[in-house]
Each structure stands twice: as structure tokens, then as C-alpha cells.
């Protein structure tokens, strides 16, 4: 059976994204794109390497029919998304990819993206993203709100460590690289092809980066008691992938044995062998998400090494994972692409 | 039903794509993997961005069961295949990605490659695997021999050309730019990224390289006369990708008009409206060809621009659409892979 | 003796190109360095690479003081740049990196930059800058017009040829490949290190990229007759660097002769023997030109590949070197900086 | 007065940058070039961006009349460079680029090398070679030997606050992004442009990378007690440049006011403003280092990014630098050179 599905937001990065995946998904139709500033315009004149396919011409939200959408993408900017939603009609399923629905307190919502929340009901229903921690609400929910790509590389090397108690809880250390395209299609000088490649430098340092919002959230109710961890994000030259660097106080082989055993079962979710670390090259383009173990010198030291596409398994492949809960398919429908290499 | 595939040099780029694009085929299953130096190891250890997939060790070719595989994929270094394909069962049907088998006239090979040909009697029944102009043969084959990549993307632009006789066939010049993994996992010190990354430069000019004996032949044949073209291939600092910008004189309107004509009905092959010209960034990771024409103030010139990945349509992609041909599937099965962008 | 110089237009890549170089030249001081839109700020804060050097803030146009100032850079954009330099007193010396007196003819400079020129008076005594072939004419001029970066490649690679009569004016191809920093500092999606890396596309193709204005007025010139070529710019991922594959008809082994004559004891034009090729990653950073040529296997045609660094010798180090000429200075003073490999 | 030197291994990346480097000095010649496998061949063959140099040919390091050289530069492979430094005239002055005499402690470079030290002797009168903090046993010895490039890099970030006692010593983390350059000019697969670019992985991570024997020495003997760091290197895309992102415990504050007090009056070492962070690109092809603190939320933790330029700053210039103290020579010639931006 297909469902008709609409992406609101469909000329940035991961409406783009969703686009590439649903393209080879056995179950999903896409009924309609929106793009305010390009309504009107194939998406073939935004998107090039969408040439191939036959998509709906995109148009403003108001111009989309959703009586025929079984389910929404929302992949709009930050901010706008909350009044997008709040439009939008209440029976209909939704994946939201912005960052407006993550953060369950309202306090912290503010604490971190400066201004208070605009749609206070919608965000008491909403479901947080990270699918393999969230299956059963996210099967049931209405809005889903996608994590961070950050939030979701530096979760998945640290949940189970903090479910089961195993590392120092006061001394976690996310050191991150990541990609460009996390920061969407934004005209920025830093972003210019001169200016970011043959280079890297951190931003966002010092404890300010929003991101730390979820990381708060969850692995505070993961560990009931708070948890506060240091996070430094790099931008390095390339186009997708997050390679999260986590120094953690624990055994190692208890650690890396932690996180075999709760990922054990888990499609996309890949653990090396103990001592083997993981390489952004080898996600790329894919919903898969590596991580490795290895201990130090010092004992008592590990280092987990996490890696994903932060447009799939970051994001868009995140989203459609989660589409797919909500809509009674196979979790992995669309998702088996393999990653691009070279 | 499925067909059981074994692929021939395993450890190598052209390999591991096609293992990439067999991981969503809806009908083949990969029986056996060869990599003499490799033979033993699992395909995760080669080729870590393939660890999800459920995959055969790589064995050596001696200990290959064929009994059971119903089409064999060579991607093996070329010189070496043709005793390789000349030792195989007789009945298997093959689809070569070497060179060892493009040039139906031995002398050609022996001026091309410098020493004669060793297997004259495979190369007697060898078809040019050019998908798109050898249906028909490639459909009825035992043996077909893969087009080069840069090849392939300077016939795309001309082929229908020089049939037509739209064009001065003694007036054709290809300047072909070309991503670095067409030269293969060679371990050489231009290769390094150091070493290749922020810059630019020809290789093989001057008439030396080996593919325009590819372009030697198939352009003689299309016209029925000789045709000789100029040939200078660049290295970029890109991994994937070919462009292949070519000069010709004739008049634009209908050398765009002729591409589009004889393209009409391709999946894979597409032509841009008059004046746009394409991008190695729209076409990555895919099976797709995109073709641009544009004219120039002097009145009588036109630019074709190609692009292709060299890896995909360039190579393993196009052993895929033969390999569908030969075994009587649907020609685009498990080809219909989005681009990938950014 | 020092002389005072005076950058406009510091903000910008060519502006901070020529901080780089005068940073170590023997000879020149900054004295003033403007910036519309960030005066008030420290150059450190616009370009941290500079933070070593004491510099003056960012200023004005209007807040300089030109009595003390013995030269101008102008490197500002094209069109703005006539009404700023008719506004600077007449008594001052100018190298302009602009493009708003390049072309002697007025009615061609309408052409190219549609609209007509705002300072014919000035237009009137500007001198072409291409330094090797102008010396006489820099050395005493007071407005001197840097030439395009695109423009000065293909320049160096045909006049000497053109001037000998050795190749067919009528079948020349500038097919040019060139790093992205030529396009500034300017904020557009397709510079986005996210969709400018790991690909390549024409532009400005088809006989519209404003350079051919400039190819029209020198080869015009030395050939005593209108010339006009094909050129095809092409976009690659690097920061820096042209290199421009030209396609002419004539004995190579002539064509080189004639190349390797006319720059003889040229320091900064060095031809390669015959049948070597050059490579953006020899000239990075510096003031140099490598020239190479080879023959073809159809006799009669040659491949000329020239290249050099864009914001030197393609404009900031041709500045310089201009500069240098007019104030009676050493003319490589401050140019002879190697090239930074890798 | 001139100073004749002698570079031995003049084929490799920080041989090349040495030329590159003295290209400019106004006191250096280069009277001898070696490279075992490329003697006889004119450096220009092996390094084409050199060619517009007058340089002696390259030659086995038997063929070198040391009788007329100053100070010999040795930029050959660990391991092998103890032995030819044995036979060099015992009354010459050595600047060394590799690991073989950085370790004081025979035992020390045992565990870290895997060997026995082959000229203990030499070992005893090398003096290691981080110039701020060695200048008067510099100055005054006969063989220095350079540091490691990340080892320099964590150096500059952690000394004076090791020194100060502002830190807590038994909770250093070093995570570093490291160049390619770097790894020299080997042939490895993952030096590959198309395994390395668009990617990021951690290598020899768990405490076993060999700078940390430096780490250890250097630290301890700063601290008067055993100072063990935990360090995880990366690589990156991009050929130059390392930056360290150092997480301490102490007072952020206290941190950058004792790094910036303790080089205030250093030339290259330069420590930006509280909470500006530095990047790769800013002191790209340069011998400066820059240094940034930022705190975080999380009271008493302090973030130290150091960057600088690994051939350069890391290898080549610090060489040069040492040799300027040796022979008297300002301590800055040659080195002043700007970053390369874009």
C-alpha cells in the first residue's frame, strides 16, 4: 500500500534528502513539495540531481491539498516551524525535522533558543526522534520532532553507558567534527568552498552550542539525576558526516561490551570490534551509524567514537525511519542504501 | 527469481560498486568474491563501508564454485583478464570491466596496450557493452566487454552526432576533466591527497591515451569512414565524476536537437534544455548521464558538456544495466539510485 | 627608500592578497587600507591570517590621508570602481584591479559590461597591466588596469604566437579550469563549500564570459586583424589557481620554439620543455607561470597548458609587480616568494 | 655573511619545505641536496613547484663535500637517521627534522620506537628542539632535534599553565585534527585523495601514538612530576595544518591569562583574545601559532585550541628558527612570511 506523503521546506538540504530517499522507497508517494521563495519552480530547477524523477512542482503551504496526505515532513528552518505546525490541519501525522519541538521544558526551550515557545499544546505531544529509544511513543505519535544531527552521533555513543552506570556521569567529553551540509544551504562567508575547505576550526564552543538543550534532556532522564557534559563541535572540509570523539571515565571493555549488547539487534546501529574506531568515509550517503571502543594507557580511560551521515541517520533517514513506525511499515523500508565509497 | 553473481577482483573500486548497487538489486545475490592478494579476509576488512551487508569471504578465483553462478562479474586489472576470462567455465556468461576486451581489432589492442592480444578467440565474441547503442547484442552476449569511463562519456556526447552527420567529423575536441577514483586504488604519489587535492592538471595528452582507441573505433564505425578526435583528460580533485566538455563545429540548435531526438527514450540519458549544461555534483553516486549543448558567438561552433560518475555509469553501473539485459531483467533494476547531494 | 601605499578594497581576497605580499616586500609600507562596510574595524577581525602584521584600521575612502601616499591599489569591485578612482586626487599614481579600464574601446566596454563607461577621461590614459608585454607603458603611466586572471592565462599561453604567426587565428579553444577564489568573496549557493567540492561545471560559457573582451583587444592588437576565440571557464574544487588547456592549430614543436624564445628572461614565465605539462599545484601562492605544450597525434595541432595562482600573478602579485615598475623599484622586489607545495 | 647548508632527505615534504622556506632567507644557501633514490635527478624533476630555484642537483650523501657546509639540515625517516648522523662529520652543526633523538631517556625511546637507541651518544648532547622554551641550549648546541609536530602543537597549549601549576595534571585531554602532510609523502590507502578527502578518523588512538613519549618527557620535567595526557589524533581533509583542541581543569580566565603572559613577547606565538578560537586556515604555509581559551558552563574547565602549520611551525620553520640561533642569525629571518588565505 502507498502513502501520500507532503515535504514542507523541500529546497533546503534535508528536504532535498528526504526527496533522494523516497525516490527508491517501496511505500512512500510524494504528493506535494513546498518552498515559499521558489514556489512555482520545478524542483528540478533547484535540485538538479532530482532531474530524473517526477515530482510535484513545488508551491506555498497554503496550495497544498493535504485531504489526500497520509503523512508530513516538515523540514523548515527553526523559529518558523512552531506557527507552520500549529497551521496545519490536527489530524495529520507529522515529522517535523526542525529543532522547535525538541526540548520537552519549556524553561529550557527558551534557556537555549532565546525566546519563548510559540506552540506550547503541540509541544506537550510531541515524541522525541531518536527512533531506536523511542519506538513505541514514535509508533503512536502524532508529531515526532527529529533530534539534532549532533544530539543523535553523541547519544548513540552514550546512552547505554548511562543506562547502565558504567562511566563517570561528571566527566563526559564530546569532542565532534562535522560536515557542512549540518549547516544547511545558509550564505555564510565561512562557508564559502575558499574559506572552509584546506582548514577546521571549533564553534560554538564553551558550553553555548544548542544541542547541548537535548543532550541535557535526555541523558539527565536516562540517568535520573542531571548530567551536564562538555561539547566542542569542528567544522572540518566535508560535505556529510559527524564523527563524535567521547571521553568517558569507565572500563573500557566494560564500555564497549555496554554497547554490543544494547545495539545487538539493531539494523543501523553498528558496533566495531573492541580497538577498531570508524571513519566518516564509511556512512557516508547511508542510515547506518558506526561506533568503536578503545581504552588508553591511562586505565580506567575510554574513548567511543561515533559516526553517522548527519543528512541520513541525522536527519532525513532519522525521519522516514520514524515515518515508517508511524505508518505500520517495515522500519528499514527506503533505508537500506549502502554508503558511498569513494 | 534471483540470480546468483560472482565478482571477479573484489578489492577494488569497480568492485565494491558493484557490491554497493547488488546490495539493493531486487533479483541478484552475490555467490562469490575474489581478491587474490586478499583471499581470506572478510569483504568488511577491504571494505569497511560494506560491513552491514551479509557478504561472502573473498576467496582466490581457483576456489570459486561456478556451478551455481549464473553471470560473472570481471573487475579485474586489465592485461591479467584475459587469461583470467580464457581459463573460466565456457558456458558462464560474462560481463568484463577491464579493458582487455574493447577493441574488436587485435592490432588496434597491440598499439593501444603495446604487446598482443592473448585470448583472440574471446575477443572474437566480446560485444561492446556501450548499453544504449548494443542492445541488441549486448541482450544475446556470453562476453561483454565494458566501455571505458572516459570513453563512454565522450561517446555519449558524439555518438549521435556523427551519425547524424550534423558535425565536422575532423574538427573534435575532448577535454575531459575526471575525478581521481577512475584511476583506480593505485598506490601513487600524485594520487595523495596531498598531493592532488587543490589542483588541476592534463594527463596522457598529446593523443597518447588509451581510450581514444575506444574512440577510434565506435566513431569510425558510426560514420563509416575513419574519424580521429583530440583527447586531453585533466585530473581533478574530485572522487567521483567525469566532464567531458566537447568542441565541435556545427550548428547548435541541431546538434542540441539531435542528442535530444536520440535520447528521448533513455532512462539514464539526459538531455538539458538548449543552453544549460551540466554538473559532476548532479549526476555523483548515480546511474545518470546529463548533457548540455550550447552554441558560441561564432556562428557554426557548439559545446556538448557530459557528465557521468565513472564509477557508476562509468563502469559498474553499466555492467549492472548489461547484466540486466543479459539475464532478462527490467534494464534498470537496482540503477534507479538517486544522485548524491550534497 | 620606502613609498607609502594605500589599499582600497581590503576586504576583499585581492586586497588581502596584497597584505600577504607586502607583508615581506623590501620596499613598500601600508599606509592606509579602506573598507566600506567594515571601517572601524581592525584588519585582524575581517582576515585573522593577518593578525602578525601592524596595520592600520579599516577606514573610509574619504578618511585617508592620500598627501603621504605615493600609490593606490584599488581593489575594488568592477563598476563602482570608475566614479571612486575619477574621485582620487589626479596627482596620484593607481594599479587598478578592477575591471573598469581594461578595454581601450568604449563601445566594446559597454558590450561586455552593459552599460556605458563613467570615466572615458580616465579609460583614456589607463595603460593595459599584462607586465610583460606593457613595461614601457606601466613603467610611466599613472593609472594602470590590472588584467582579468582568466584573461592573463590565456594571454601568456597565445601572444607569442599570435605576434609569430605560427598558429591559426581562426580555430583557438581557451578551455580553462579555475579555482574559486577568481570569484570573490560573494555570497552564492553554488560557492558553498557543500556544492562547489567534489565536482566541476562550465559557466559564463557559450562566448559570454566578460574575459573575451579583453582576448578580443590584445589578439586583435598583435595580430593586426580581429581574432576571435572560443572560451569555456570551468569551476573546480581548489582556492586557488587557473589553468587554461588551449587547442591551437600549428606545428607544436614551432609553438613551443616560439614560447620558449619570447620568455627567455622572463623570471616569473617559465616553459616547461617540450611534451611536460604544468599543474595548478606548482605555481599555489606564488608570482610564477608554468607554460607547456605538446603535439598531438593529428599533425598540426598543439595543446598549450598554461597556469598560474589567480590572486598573484593573475592579479594582487601582477599589481605588485606593476607597482614596482612605476615607483623605479626592482620589478620582482617582493614577488619572489616559492610556491607552497603541498 | 651567507651560511652554506646542506639538507639530507631533500625528497620528502619537510625537505621540499625547507627550500621553500630558505628561497627567501637572506643569510641561507644551499650548497647540498641529498635523496638516496633520487640522486642525480635536478630537484625541479622531484619538486616541479621549485623549479624556478637554482639548487644543486640531488645527490647520495657520500657524494657531499661537507667541508664548505655551515649546517647541515637532516630531514631523512626515523630509524635510519641515527646511523647517518653518526657519520657525519662529528664538528658540524645539525639541525635534525625526525623522532630519533627527541627522547632523552634511552628506555623512553625503546617503549616507543621498539628498538635499542643506535648512537647513545649522539642522544646525550641532542638538545630538544621547541624553540621558545630551549633557546640558550639551541643556541649553543651541536645537534638539535626537532619535535614531533603534534607534539609541538600540544606543547605551546599546555607548557606554561603545566609550568604554572594552574591545571589539574591528571585530567589533560588532546584531541587533534591533523593534515595529511603530515604523514609524509608515503603510499598508504588511506593517504589516497579518494580514501582521505570528504572523511575524518581517529588513528592511533588509546595512548599509543609516539609523540606522546615527547608529551611525557616534556610535561614531567615541566610539572617535577610524572605528567601523563591522553591524546587521540585525527586526520582530515586537508594537507597542512594541525589544530589541538586541549580540554584541562582549571580556571579559564587563569588559563588565558598565564598563556598570554608567558608569550607576550614571542614573535610566532600568538594568543588571541578570551574566547576567539583559532583556525587551521589562518596560519596556513606561516610559522606562526595560534592560540585560543574559552571556558564552558560547566565551572573550572577550560578549553586550549593551538594551531599552527605542521610542515612549517611543526617541522621546516621551528628547523630554521634553531638554526638562526645557532648561527647567530636574527631568530625571525627567513620566517616572516605570511599565512597563505584563501
Redesign the interface.
Known amino acids: 500500500m502507498t502513502h501520500s506523503v507532503a515535504i514542507l521546506g523541500a529546497s533546503g538540504?534535508t528536504g532535498?534528502e528526504l526527496?533522494?530517499l523516497i525516490?527508491?522507497h517501496p511505500s512512500l508517494r510524494i504528493a506535494a513539495l513546498s518552498a515559499d521563495r521558489k514556489a512555482g519552480q520545478p524542483m528540478a530547477a533547484v535540485?538538479?540531481?532530482?532531474?530524473?524523477?517526477d515530482l510535484p512542482t513545488l508551491v506555498t503551504i497554503p496550495e497544498i491539498d493535504f485531504g489526500t496526505v497520509d503523512l508530513i515532513f516538515c523540514a523548515l528552518p527553526h523559529g518558523t516551524t512552531q506557527e507552520v505546525i500549529a497551521a496545519l490541519p490536527r489530524d495529520k501525522r507529522i515529522v517535523d525535522l526542525s529543532a522547535d519541538f525538541r526540548l520537552r521544558d519549556l524553561a529550557a526551550y527558551q534557556t537555549w533558543y532565546g525566546k519563548p515557545h510559540a506552540a506550547p499544546d503541540l509541544q506537550a505531544e510531541a515524541v522525541y526522534g531518536l527512533t531506536e529509544f523511542y519506538r513505541t511513543e514514535i509508533a503512536a505519535a502524532r508529531l515526532v520532532a527529529g533530534t539534532g544531527c549532533n544530539a543523535a552521533t553523541g547519544q548513540y555513543a552514550l546512552r547505554p553507558l548511562i543506562a547502565a552506570g558504567v562511566i563517570d556521569l561528571d566527566?563526559i567529553?564530546i569532542?565532534l567534527?562535522a560536515?557542512?551540509?549540518g549547516a544547511g544551504?545558509s550564505?555564510?562567508?565561512n562557508?564559502?568552498?575558499?574559506?572552509?575547505?584546506?582548514?577546521?576550526?571549533?564553534?560554538s564552543?564553551?558550553?553555548?552550542h544548542r544541542h547541548?538543550g537535548e543532550f541535557d534532556q535526555e541523558f539527565s532522564a536516562v540517568a535520573g539525576r542531571p548530567v551536564?557534559v562538555?561539547f566542542?563541535p569542528?567544522l572540518?572540509?566535508?560535505?556529510?558526516?559527524i564523527?563524535a570523539?567521547v571521553?568517558v571515565k569507565g572500563d573500557p571493555a566494560t564500555v564497549h561490551r555496554t554497547l554490543a549488547a544494547a545495539y545487538a539487534s539493531e539494523?543501523f546501529l553498528?558496533v566495531l570490534p573492541m580497538?577498531e574506531?570508524?571513519?566518516?568515509?564509511?556512512?557516508?550517503?547511508?542510515n547506518?551509524c558506526?561506533i568503536g571502543v578503545?581504552?588508553?594507557?591511562?586505565p580506567g580511560?575510554a574513548?567511543v567514537?561515533a559516526t553517522l551521515d548527519n543528512l541520513t541517520k541525522g536527519s532525513s533517514g532519522q525521519a522516514i525511519q520514524n515515518a515508517n513506525l508511524m505508518l505500520g511499515l517495515p522500519e528499514t523500508d527506503g533505508l537500506?542504501?549502502?554508503?558511498?565509497?569513494?
Chains 1, 2, 3, 4 share one sequence.
Open positions: 538540504y532535498a526527496v533522494r525516490a527508491t535540485f538538479p540531481f532530482l532531474r530524473h524523477l566527566n567529553i569532542d567534527k560536515g557542512v551540509s544551504r550564505l555564510k562567508e562557508l564559502l568552498h575558499a574559506e572552509l575547505s584546506e582548514g577546521a576550526h571549533a564553534y564552543a564553551g558550553g553555548t547541548l551536564r562538555q566542542t569542528h572540518i572540509p566535508a560535505n556529510r558526516g564523527l570523539t571521553y539494523t553498528e580497538g574506531l570508524p571513519s566518516i568515509r564509511h556512512i557516508r550517503g547511508s547506518f558506526h578503545t581504552g588508553d594507557r591511562i580511560r574513548v567514537v537500506m542504501l549502502a554508503p558511498v565509497f569513494p
